[in-house]
């Protein structure tokens, strides 16, 4: 063997074990997420559910993922026979403080709630606190001393930005050329857009040629995501006075749109339908999974959606039985989710339910 040889050989050899490690790792948490759920659940089920109130404060119906996760509470409390006092926040973080109070007040056995933002918690924690009633945090995280509250139950958010980002590096691995992408995120100062975003970064920064051009707020609505589009293809009539089939930003090419759900990108792909636009060379990333999205990843308008899993209900269930009965349940519980691709076999796909 000569020398260069010798030395693709070793690289080749250590790359070849370095993606057996990578993947003999996920592999293993993924089992022992599973095995922690399902020990979990045996727990709960010696646990009585009697009589138990559970107060829930929602944050809305911005998204079909909203409107499932209500849905997956609703449903599993019904077959628990727990009975739950709940309330719609309309987006607002006032009317979600003004709900816990009253759970409160209420003296319900165990409050649940979707923080809309991260900050802003600590009192009306405090006071749940002092009340002796148990909090747990459902889909997103906040900024709070972790005393405050007794559990978190939802989705890996960090992982969901990371593992949007693994599919462009893959997909781009052989372009040497700047890679543009443009980013429509969600809810500002919510834990889920910063984990997102922050996942996404991470791996993408391991490669200079990937450029973050802009990020919009599109505050995770169809509506927004059409309006966005729409102004993109205004802003590109009036620079380049036509219109194109290539999406740009300011004069520059968009390679990617990375979205952090999917009501923002259907609006965005409604908005392409309604200008009879058909985008060729421009990469989709989408987070959720919704039905919708996977039939337009079917269908070839986008290339990449990330789940989010919004069935938390049996497991917010589980809990609550738990720590209702004085005993105690792990501080944070991740929901399994995985990322369906344009490189998978559409006919295996089951539907979504939502
Ligand atoms: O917090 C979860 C996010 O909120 C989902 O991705 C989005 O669709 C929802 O509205």
């Not at 900024?143 to 593992?163: I, K, Q, T």
């Amino acid at each position: 063997m000569n020398k260069m040889y010798k030395k693709s050989f070793a690289v080749f050899t250590a790359a070849v074990l370095a993606a057996f490690l990578l993947i003999f790792l996920l592999v293993c948490c993924k089992k022992n997420q599973d095995k922690k759920n399902a020990e979990l659940q045996k727990i709960a089920e010696d646990s009585g559910s009697e009589n138990i109130i559970l107060g829930f404060s929602q944050i809305g119906s911005e998204s079909a993922w909203r409107t499932r996760n209500t849905e997956s509470i609703f449903e599993a409390a019904a077959r628990q026979n727990i009975q739950i006092l709940f309330d719609d926040a309309q987006q607002k973080q006032e009317n979600q403080l003004k709900a816990i109070r009253s759970f409160i007040i209420y003296q319900v056995d165990a409050i649940a709630f979707v923080p809309i933002v991260e900050d802003g918690w600590d009192n009306v924690l405090q006071e749940a606190k002092d009340a002796d009633i148990p909090v747990i945090l459902v889909d997103r995280k906040i900024n709070a001393d972790p005393s405050l509250y007794s559990a978190f139950l939802g989705e890996n958010s960090l992982e969901e930005g990371r593992n949007a980002a693994r599919f462009l590096l893959q997909k781009f691995k052989y372009k040497k050329e700047d890679i543009t992408i443009f980013e429509m995120s969600g809810t500002e100062n919510s834990s889920v857009v910063k984990e997102r975003a922050s996942g996404f970064r991470e791996i993408i920064n391991k490669e200079p040629k990937f450029k973050i051009i802009h990020t919009e707020n599109g505050d995770f609505l169809r509506s927004r995501g059409k309006e966005i589009c729409d102004i993109l293809l205004a802003n590109n009539v009036r620079e380049n006075g036509n219109t194109t089939n290539t999406l740009f930003f300011h004069g520059q090419k968009i390679d990617v749109v990375f979205s952090h759900n999917d009501s923002m990108t259907l609006g965005f792909l409604d908005s392409l339908d309604a200008h009879k636009i058909r985008i060729r060379d421009t990469v989709f990333i989408s987070i959720d999974a919704e039905q919708k999205s996977i039939d337009a990843l079917t269908k070839g308008k986008l290339n990449c959606v990330v789940e989010c899993n919004p069935n938390l209900g049996p497991a917010l269930m589980d809990l609550v039985k738990i720590i209702t009965s004085g005993n105690s349940i792990p501080k944070t519980t991740y929901v399994t989710e995985r990322v369906f691709t344009e490189n998978d076999d559409f006919s295996k796909y089951e539907p979504r339910g939502y």
